[in-house]
């Protein structure tokens, strides 16, 4: 093969300039990057045989079991003197089986079948890689494939867990194909029940699955599922990045939970951390062999000051094994069918973001401070992925803005299908903390749910977990606080708190959802207004539970408003599946009204009317809309099921009449009650998307 960096020419870039010519400034830069990911490309064909290969060595690490039930075991640890194992399978003798050293840091080990042709390990025993550091230490390491971990009760370290049943789960139903429009439910598998306990995963199957199915949504973003010594890390530290979580429940119960997703045509995206890891030794992959660095950059690169976590070393051959394999391993092993990306802004830039502002400058995007190993790998990532599973989906929260993030590699991007657009949750708190209804700015709430890069897909949200941790509380505990506890019920009459909060909660998610993006995602039990916010077991709480939980029976109980709330989420999901928004092009802004406190807007030719007043409402109120005809009211916030005050007539027909409006060649008349959202469709149009 040539050398690849000869005449290397980004194949798109130009569709990237023709999109945005202000980036023509930093075509070399776009160039370098591609240069680079061809390199890896061309290096990973010559070394490993290509990246399908080199990304299975899941297959080859760790501990494998062969056909003749030998157990090969392999791992790299290139600062070692000497590795042993030990376990149950050997009376934890430290000496009696060594690895034996090979090339590049390796060390490898066969264990051969029992008399009766059995593993020499037993499924379910424990297991210790003892590593002898050239300092003269011992120390007990967990292998970094390892695939189950399990803290016993009274101890603080995890231990690692062979893992082979004689009938492992078999998933039998295909992925969903990839959703034009996607609805996001962002779950945790340990939180998703009322009880004050660690959740599990068949309870989620059982109980949860379909409740998301019912709202409406096609896509589950899994949180806190690698594993995690620190449970109110929030999944944010792992230890064991091919383990999935065991507090929670086994391997194959996870299978399962997926699987059954599946078969409700619902997709499940895994939250993968590879911006960092957690600092533990004995259960973590830090100083796995003794030294500062094996997997990460040595001091003081390789530490994130503010995460007390260990940063990866990207341009090292073995790391790019590891996580690119562990893409896979999840892909392949539990079938998820893509990856919220998390931490990216601390992996682009070598400042990660730490006392650092992004005003927008596309120099900020550019130049020394940008770490370009790991810019490279997530590009390898995403061409890796995409290549492999042309369905798979890639989410990147960046709070930066970086150009071109969810770009194609072919034009120089990074490849993400969407990201995350984190400024609007910010928004809606900063309005709700700080400005009276009659202050709220109509065109700043517009501009920050429209200001996104033309062509790059975002995922909107009025509030996810970042919204609802400690320290801060869910929408509807800004809006109605304490009152939740003493006024939800149907059965009395709404106190003017009560009132404004239902109104705005609702009016605030579908603005979200018809505005800011598209894709649209959901926190676990914010669809019905979960009260409070949220708190992990930990010394600071006396480890208590109470709000380490989903109240799902608040939903349950008919007389209490939750029902109302959840039931508006439903069928806004419903609607929205029906006419295809979030797959249409950005909305069209006809009106944003100050005095009014008015926003009309038109998108995939359905009409969105939104009166934010607290007090006023308008008769005969002129909107403008572009396609002619009759249109009917399709959802309205105001209805008495959704806790409204049912001031709308459903059966009204609104004609459009030839009168240039606003921009738009037509427009109607409407009532439009105070703090009311309503949805119109042409009656004569074929939403077929």
């Not at 890796?384 to 034009?411: K, N």
């Not at 439009?672 to 004569?684: D, W």
Request: proline share 5%.
């Amino acid at each position: 093969m040539a050398d690849p960096e000869d005449n290397v020419t980004v194949p798109e870039l130009s569709c990237l300039l023709q999109m945005d010519p202000y980036l023509k400034t930093y075509q070399k830069d776009f160039k370098r990057r591609y240069e680079l990911l061809q390199k890896q490309l061309f290096l990973l064909e010559e070394a490993e045989g290509g990246f399908d290969q080199f990304t299975c060595s899941y297959r080859t690490f760790g501990v494998q079991r062969q056909p003749d039930n030998r157990l090969f075991f392999k791992e790299w640890a290139p600062a070692a003197e000497a590795l042993f194992l030990t376990g149950d399978f050997n009376g934890w003798d430290k000496f009696s089986h060594p690895y034996t050293k090979k090339e590049y840091g390796k060390w490898e080990l066969t264990l051969p079948p029992k008399h009766d042709k059995s593993p020499a390990v037993d499924h379910n025993s424990k297991l210790k890689v003892v590593v002898h550091t050239k300092a003269d230490e011992r120390l007990y390491r967990i292998s970094p494939w390892a695939h189950y971990v399990t803290k016993p009760e009274k101890s603080v370290i995890y231990d690692w867990v062979h893992w082979d049943p004689p009938q492992p789960y078999i998933q039998i139903h295909p992925r969903p194909t990839k959703p034009t429009s996607l609805r996001i439910y962002e779950a945790h598998v340990g939180i998703a029940s009322p009880e004050a306990k660690v959740a599990s995963y068949t309870n989620f199957t059982s109980n949860v699955l379909p409740r998301i199915k019912d709202l409406g949504y096609n896509c589950i973003q899994l949180m806190a599922i690698m594993e995690h010594a620190y449970y109110a890390s929030f999944g944010y530290q792992i230890t064991s990045f091919f383990a999935a979580s065991s507090r929670y429940g086994t391997p194959d119960e996870l299978k399962q939970l997926i699987d059954v997703a599946h078969s409700m045509g619902i997709m499940v995206l895994l939250d993968v951390v590879h911006s960092h890891a957690s600092k533990n030794t004995e259960d973590g992959l830090n100083r796995f062999d003794g030294s500062e660095s094996c997997f990460f950059h040595a001091p003081p690169r390789g530490e994130h000051s503010l995460w007390d976590s260990r940063l990866f070393n990207y341009s090292s051959w073995e790391v790019l094994r590891f996580l690119l394999s562990n893409l896979r391993w999840w892909m392949e092993e539990y079938r998820f069918d893509g990856f919220r990306f998390d931490g990216i802004t601390s992996m682009l830039y070598h400042h990660h973001g730490i006392g650092t502002g992004f005003s927008g400058d596309y120099s900020e995007y550019f130049g020394l401070h940008v770490d370009e190993d790991s810019l490279v790998y997530l590009m390898l990532a995403n061409h890796i992925l995409h290549t492999l599973y042309p369905d798979c989906i890639t989410i990147a929260e960046d709070v930066s803005g970086m150009p071109a993030l969810c770009r194609g590699v072919a034009e120089g991007g990074l490849g993400f299908d969407y990201r995350l657009a984190m400024a609007i949750p910010d928004k809606w708190i900063q309005i709700l903390k700080e400005l009276k209804d009659e202050e709220w700015d109509i065109g700043n709430i517009v501009y920050t749910l429209t200001n996104r890069r033309y062509g790059e897909k975002c995922i909107a949200y009025s509030e996810s977990h970042d919204q609802a941790l400690v320290g801060d509380k869910s929408l509807a505990f800004w809006l109605m606080d304490k009152e939740m506890y003493t006024n939800m019920s149907s059965m009395s009459p709404m106190t003017p708190v009560i009132d404004r909060g239902m109104q705005l909660h609702k009016m605030i998610r579908l603005l979200t959802h018809g505005l800011g993006g598209e894709g649209y995602l959901n926190f676990i039990g914010n669809e019905f207004g979960h009260p409070e916010w949220l708190d992990f077991p930990r010394e600071g709480n006396n480890q208590s539970y109470h709000y380490a939980r989903r109240q799902f029976n608040l939903v349950d109980m008919d007389h209490l408003r939750y029902s109302q709330l959840y039931a508006f989420d439903r069928d806004m999901n419903r609607t929205e599946d029906k006419y295809g928004w979030l797959a249409a092009a950005p909305a069209f802004v006809s009106a944003q009204h100050e005095e009014d406190k008015v926003i009309v807007f038109d998108r995939a030719n359905v009409l969105f009317i939104f009166n934010f007043h607290p007090s006023k409402s308008f008769q005969h109120y002129r909107v403008a809309v572009e396609v002619p005809g009759k249109y009917k009211i399709k959802l309205d916030s105001d209805q008495v099921q959704y806790g409204g005050h049912g001031r709308l007539e459903h059966g009204t027909e609104f004609f459009t009449e030839p009168q240039p409006f606003n921009g738009r060649a037509n427009s109607i008349q409407v009532y439009i009650p105070c703090r009311t959202a309503i949805v119109l469709a042409n009656e004569e149009i074929d939403y077929c998307y």
